[in-house]
């Protein structure tokens, strides 16, 4: 059974910068992607970036630039780096793990997410 634990939200004035991190526990047969996704308040989830073992980046078009998703396989560990953080980027970040077992089944793991407060 697969475990992600987020660490490294918090409070950031704008303009800051935070990074997040993943540490996955566990083991699962492949891993398809990892990375994350957030939620703001009222609002439904959505994609940030993932990253896949070979290292192949997606962002959602509005956070090129400013955001930079990358892993530590040796660590099982994947990070988020923010900068010029904005008040809406405001939202639970949420790591994901999509993979499959030995079935082959899909499988899709959620962290229980890290709190990010852009505010001065």
């Known amino acids: 059974q697969v475990q992600l634990v987020e660490s490294g939200g918090g409070l950031v004035q704008p303009g800051g910068s935070l990074r997040l991190s993943c540490a996955k526990s566990g083991s699962i047969f492949s891993i398809s992607t990892m990375g994350w996704y957030r939620q703001a308040p009222g609002k439904e989830r959505e994609l940030v970036a993932t990253?896949?073992?070979?290292?192949?980046?997606n962002y959602a078009d509005s956070l090129k630039g400013r955001f930079t998703v990358s892993r530590d396989n040796a660590k099982n560990t994947v990070y988020l780096q923010m900068s010029n953080l904005k008040p809406e980027d405001t939202a639970v970040y949420l790591c994901?793990?999509?993979?499959?077992?030995?079935?082959?089944?899909?499988?899709?793991?959620w962290g229980k997410g890290t709190l990010v407060t852009v505010s001065s």
């Open positions: 990253i896949t073992p070979g290292g192949r980046t």
């Open positions: 994901n793990l999509k993979g499959l077992n030995a079935g082959p089944v899909r499988q899709d793991y």
